[in-house]
């Protein structure tokens, strides 16, 4: 079963909007995800109930996700979870928990220099959780909000690859129909389509 959590260290940068586009990608795909709510507002679980969403979405917000989760998520009826972080400077404890479990973190951030320059905390967090395991999950960074034909983002790419880091192929836009999408149901959205493409295809499963 695949764990995927979105992650960042400060709020808005598109963890909850990547976890509900991307969980109802992987659904279109054949895949049977859900959704774990590991934030205590509880972002993700409210929309999926105002929206009516075909996918499941469950409220998880502890400090000891890591071990809660196999009891929470039926294996016969899921392979996919995503789980949706709340933002690391406010808890640290529930963000590394959810790291602990991850077998693939995403790292959501809009390809720009002040997002760059507090990404830090986000490594360490990773490496923290990954020494309460014995593998690594794969990391990669999804720039999103992604302004089209910005020389900048070829930029902070290369930045980010020059430190040794994956930035995903992929780029989610900024649009106002993800600005506006909470609370409603989720369509068949393109970005994304091409998101959860590109993660079958790295986990060789394409
Ligand atoms: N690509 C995008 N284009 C336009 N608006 C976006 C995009 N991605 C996210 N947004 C908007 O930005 C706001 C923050 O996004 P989101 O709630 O997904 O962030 P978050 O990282 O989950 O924040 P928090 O940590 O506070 O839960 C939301 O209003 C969302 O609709
Ligand atoms: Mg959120």
Redesign the pocket.
Known sequence: MRVLT?V?L?????????AAYLAHAFADRGRRPIIVDA?P?G?AVRWQELGGWPLPAVALPSTTLHRQLAGVVDRNRFDLVVI?T??LEDRHGIVVSALRVATDVLV?MAPSMMELDRVGPVWKAIEDAAGYRNDDPSVSVLF???TARASSTQAHRDILTEQGRRVLATT?????V?????GSPIGKDEPHARLAEELLTMWGER
Not at 10 to 18: A, V
């Open positions: 979105t960042n400060k709020g808005g940068s598109g963890k909850t909007t990547t934030d507002q972002s949706d709340p933002p959501t999103n909000r992604v989610i836009p900024r649009r106002e993800y600005a506006q999408a909470f």
